[in-house]
């Protein structure tokens, strides 16, 4: 009995008190699963589930066929949790209201709907309002609406347009709705949009990214490749070989710097070009092989790594441990990075200004 009082258990009490009445509802109203320890009459009692579920609808599962088909006892269970509309009868996985209800809490309760709900044009605008992260598990009755798609579009543009069909994934209010939402989603449109050069010299100019996704012949497009790469040296990696190896061409970026990985030959030496790359590559995926285009005599050489560190920080972990050992260069580091300071020998984790310097530079 003391079990009871102090937390609702009646995991451990006798058969006598798992069938009293009072004690059972006062354990269920604290924790709806402890229904699984009450007598099997109790388990019965209507009043008793009803209590249970309302404190954790999933307890549904224990219940008889005759609760799991009440309409009252599955409407509580599932505003309480949605996932107990996995455990509701076949009639009510097909009733409207009682999908919607378990959607407000549980979108993933789309899946247990009845499939005639799973096209339900107001069950998935509900299922999918908050995450596209299933989508593509949903229903294909969805991917011809226009209204669906540019209402989730505005939600992950990515997911929309890897969703619709081929007719909308060529609809340029549908992909420009996406990619706005996320450059991306470009790498889904259709291939006549991706090789439309006005399109993508408006979704260029706007963000530099859509220029990866563009047909091949637009990525060997001078007035396209130069939008790209006036906006970032990224771009660098994306363009035709026959534009990367116009030295003409090339040149006139090569004061803002380029991906360091896909740097052109002609500027791997140039200290300045590097040093400018090296800003634009700061926060890369793949900075370790980017670094491997740095020639070692630059690397070695103790002004280029200072120059180096005060434009990416992140530098310091992959440049020789007598630069780590550095105090200039170790603040020059953390002063651009705080995360650098993990880098450096641990002789300045005591160093009251690199460490106060990093603390306020750390992301």
């Known amino acids: 009995m003391a079990a009871v009082k102090e937390n609702g258990s009646i995991r451990c009490a006798s058969e006598e ?18 229904l699984s320890y009450a007598s099997e009459e109790l388990k019965r009692n209507r009043e008793i589930v009803m209590t249970a579920v309302s404190t954790w ?42 999908v919607l209800l378990a959607l407000e809490s549980k979108p993933n309760a789309y899946f247990q709907s009845s499939q005639l709900l799973r096209n339900d044009r107001d069950v998935i605008f509900k299922a999918f309002s908050k995450s596209l992260a299933r989508i593509n598990s949903a229903s294909r009755a969805f991917t011809n609406d226009r209204e669906f798609l540019l209402t989730i579009s505005n939600l992950d543009g990515v997911k929309a347009l890897e969703y619709a069909c081929k007719e909308l994934r060529n609809d340029r209010e549908i992909v420009m709705e996406a990619i706005q939402q996320n450059p991306q989603a470009f790498q889904h449109a259709s291939d006549e949009l991706k090789n439309d050069k006005e399109f993508v010299k408006m979704l260029v100019m706007k963000n530099w990214s859509c220029f990866q996704f563009a047909s091949t012949e637009l990525r060997d497009d001078k007035e396209i490749a130069e939008l790209a790469l006036k906006s970032s040296g990224l771009a660098i990696t994306y363009i035709s070989d026959r534009l990367r190896n116009d030295i003409e061409f090339i040149q006139s970026f090569a004061k803002t710097g380029f991906a360091l990985e896909n740097i052109p030959d002609q500027f791997t030496h140039d200290r300045e070009v590097l040093l400018e790359s090296i800003k634009i590559s700061s926060g890369c995926f793949n900075l370790y092989e980017a670094m491997n285009a740095i020639p070692n005599e630059f ?51 005591d160093d009251e200004q690199i460490v106060l310097k990093a603390a306020e530079t750390s992301c």
Do not use: M
């Open 17 to 34: 008190l798992r069938n009293d009445f009072e004690i059972v509802k006062t354990s269920v109203q604290h924790k709806g699963h402890f």
């Open 57 to 98: 609808g999933p307890i549904l599962k224990f219940v008889s066929e005759t609760f799991r088909n009440d309409i009252e006892i599955v409407r509580t269970a599932v505003q309480e949790n949605g996932d107990a509309l996995e455990f509701a009868s076949k009639e009510l996985q097909n009733n409207k209201e009682i």
């Open 299 to 349: 690397k070695q050489d103790r002004e280029f790594v200072l120059q180096a560190v005060t434009r990416c920080g992140e530098i310091l972990y992959y440049v020789g441990e007598q630069f780590q050992t550095d105090r200039e260069i170790v603040l020059a580091a953390v002063t651009q990075d705080g995360d650098a300071i993990n880098s450096c020998t641990a002789e300045f984790w």
